[in-house]
């Protein structure tokens, strides 16, 4: 069997890596929403994010020499060689800080080479109890840490997004945020926020929150600016919601449904997308029985092998083996495909970086079926 991208791919995200020069991790990104735990590299054309700091990780076949002066080095399997890589360069805006002395770094980070990205409410009312948390998540750590700031103003948000821009050419920005109290579930301080970004610099915005009670929401959104909405599951299994994900699981699959097709009737199709967390419970068939009901409506759904992180309730918790991700990944990207949609028309966020799963890399391969042609 040809080995493509993909495969290579799959198996560095299923596995992670082992950095032999512990400074190649030094931007490397360690709690808070995710990607977490994990550091950016180029193979193949494709920049991707790599578990580094996982116990997954630590144990993994694949080890990285150290980076020469641009970045350049080369990953070990086993010993041998297996694939040359690039580490981006650390971006300019990040040394900067506002002139109330908060670091940009503070404020958003670089996701990839090209993306930028921020969680605009650094809390959850569900993180904030044991009974309701993800059991995945880890957004609170990275403020328990002094790494970030709890509430990022539309203001901070449009300057950081400026420099971003004017001084490392990002491509477009992720807007994610905690679940604050109130029906709007994040939609509020979402449109707010891509109002002044938009008005400071023309970026691609994606937003991530909750399906919101109303689903005016969706409207007052993208009047804001946003160009594409994440609503994200992570699970899919309704009894593996409720015992990964107590507090969200409350919003019925059914509400994400209605709300998915309210957004993709004013986002557009292929334009509102989820992240699906594979490797928690869902079997192969859910996962993609979940994701053949998602595409027939025009919503992407972008699978992605959860990552164990530390400090969580869910850091003992196995990622899912680079097969269990083919298996997935290989039919979805036809699926996907043969719903006239693809990461790379995507105009804003996760989907269209594509770095967290090899799934960009499958539909690269792939072309719309007969059945979908007709």
Not at 242 to 270: H, N, T
Request: glycine share 8%; hydrophobic share 45%; with cysteine.
């Amino acid at each position: 069997m040809q080995v493509t991208t993909g495969d290579l791919i799959n198996d560095l995200q299923t596995r992670g890596m082992r950095l032999v020069d512990p400074r190649a991790g030094a931007d490397s990104r360690r709690g808070g929403a995710g990607p977490t735990d994990h550091k950016a590299v180029t193979i193949g054309g494709m920049t991707v994010m790599i578990p580094v700091h996982t116990a997954t990780a630590f144990e993994s076949p694949y080890m990285v020499e150290a980076p020469d002066a641009a970045g350049n080095a080369r990953v070990l399997k086993d010993g041998a060689f297996f694939a040359d890589v690039q580490f981006p360069q650390r971006a300019k805006f990040l040394d900067l800080s506002t002139a109330d002395g908060v670091p940009y770094s503070h404020i958003a980070q670089l996701h990839a080479k090209d993306v930028l990205a921020t969680t605009v409410l650094q809390t959850c009312i569900r993180y904030e109890s044991r009974k309701k948390t993800c059991k995945f998540c880890a957004i609170g750590q990275s403020l328990a840490a002094g790494r970030t700031i709890a509430h990022k103003t539309p203001a901070q948000l449009a300057e950081v997004a400026r420099a971003a821009v004017m001084l490392d050419g990002v491509k477009h920005m992720v807007m994610t945020t905690g679940t604050p109290a109130g029906k709007d579930r994040g939609a509020k301080v979402l449109a707010e926020s891509a109002a002044a970004i938009r008005a400071a610099v023309d970026l691609p915005l994606q937003a991530q929150c909750e399906p919101p009670e109303d689903d005016a929401w969706h409207r007052r959104m993208k009047d804001a600016g946003i160009d594409s909405l994440g609503m994200h599951l992570e699970v899919v299994t309704p009894e593996l919601r409720q015992q990964i994900m107590p507090g969200k699981a409350q919003v019925s699959l059914e509400k994400y449904f209605d709300s998915f097709a309210a957004a993709v009737e004013i986002f557009g199709w292929g334009q509102v997308s989820t992240y699906i967390l594979a490797g928690l419970g869902d079997t192969e068939e859910a996962i993609l029985a979940m994701c053949e009901r998602l595409t027939a409506i025009g919503v992407y759904p972008f699978v992605v092998p959860f990552v164990p992180v530390t400090g969580t309730p869910l850091e003992s918790h196995p990622a899912p083996t680079s097969a269990f991700m083919h298996n997935v990944l290989g039919p979805l990207s036809q699926m996907i495909v043969d719903q006239g949609m693809r990461a790379e028309d995507i105009k804003a966020g996760c989907g269209r970086c594509g770095a967290c799963s090899a799934l960009a890399a499958f539909e690269k391969f792939k072309r719309p079926t007969m059945e979908a042609v007709s």
